[in-house]
């Protein structure tokens, strides 16, 4: 399953909302998969499971893994990532239309922009002018 950087009660903390979504578990996973491609080239110390040691780097990746699942609720892409790039998007039997200019991190991820600014404050994200 990996590395998840943020709980439930972060969220909550994080968005100031009563209650996380019914799937939280899952969304935070992925949000946090999506962190861990942004920092592919990032250099930090971890302990042996693979969690940051110190605490600016774990609060950035909480912060940032909230803020991935936040803008992914808010874009009503919790799903594929395909949301983001298309204008409209069917499963079954497939039809996505009209690309997107979304922004987009390394390898095409749609990093949340608060995520993004989360980690350059950490150090981990090269600052882009």
């Known amino acids: 399953m990996g590395r998840v950087?943020?709980?439930?009660?972060?969220?909550?903390?994080?968005?100031?909302?009563?209650?996380p979504p019914a799937d939280i578990a899952r969304l935070l996973t992925r949000a946090s998969q999506?962190?861990?491609?942004?920092l592919l080239t990032a250099v930090?110390?971890?302990?042996?499971?693979?969690?940051?040691?110190?605490a600016c780097v774990h609060d950035a990746l909480r912060d940032a893994t909230c803020a991935q699942v936040?803008?992914?609720q808010e874009t009503g892409d919790t799903g594929t990532g395909a949301a983001g790039?298309?204008?409209?998007?069917?499963?079954?039997?497939?039809?996505?239309?009209?690309?997107?200019?979304?922004?987009?991190?390394?390898?095409?991820?749609?990093?949340?922009?608060?995520?993004?600014?989360a980690l350059r404050r950490a150090g981990l994200l090269e600052v882009i002018w």
């Open 5 to 19: 950087y943020a709980t439930s009660a972060d969220y909550i903390a994080w968005t100031g909302q009563a209650t």
């Open 70 to 72: 936040e803008y992914q």
């Open 85 to 117: 790039r298309w204008d409209s998007v069917t499963l079954g039997p497939v039809a996505l239309s009209g690309r997107r200019d979304a922004p987009a991190g390394p390898e095409g991820l749609d990093l949340a922009p608060r995520a993004a600014r």
């Open 44 to 54: 930090y110390c971890t302990d042996a499971d693979g969690m940051p040691v110190e």
């Open 34 to 38: 999506d962190i861990e491609d942004a």
